[in-house]
């Protein structure tokens, strides 16, 4: 599976944008999809994750209330909406697939990585 990230780009404070994955594999499930990110100097994080049939969703509590993922499976694609920006979202942002009908939160459970997209937030 080969995952492709679009959509980062720069934002001001306050600002959305929406992330799409799209992977190379014609059958997209029953893979679980995963948004991470990293910031400079830090570690990969988990932002979001969604179950194979698209019904279980889990947030990082940073991102819980502002950030919506998504998936169509007929498109083989996965969306992160992030709304409400602020400068502390700035990092490159990853998308991941794991062969799991669960939604995993941790980056050692995902198969496959996209190459990210940078997210900007400016204050």
């Known amino acids: 599976v080969q995952l492709q990230a679009s959509g980062g780009g720069f934002v001001q404070a306050g600002g959305s944008l929406r992330l799409s994955c799209a992977a190379s594999r014609r059958t997209f499930s029953p893979y679980s999809l995963g948004w991470f990110r990293q910031a400079p100097g830090k570690e990969r994080e988990f932002v979001a994750a969604i179950g194979w049939s698209g019904y279980s969703t889990y947030y990082a509590d940073s991102v819980k209330g502002r950030f919506t993922i998504s998936r169509d499976n007929a498109k083989n694609t996965v969306y992160l909406q992030m709304n409400s920006l602020n400068p502390e979202d700035t990092a490159v942002y990853y998308c991941?697939?794991?062969?799991?009908?669960?939604?995993?939160?941790?980056?050692?459970?995902?198969?496959?990585w996209g190459q990210g997209t940078l997210v900007t937030v400016s204050s």
């Open positions: 991941a697939a794991a062969m799991s009908y669960a939604a995993p939160t941790v980056t050692g459970e995902y198969d496959y």
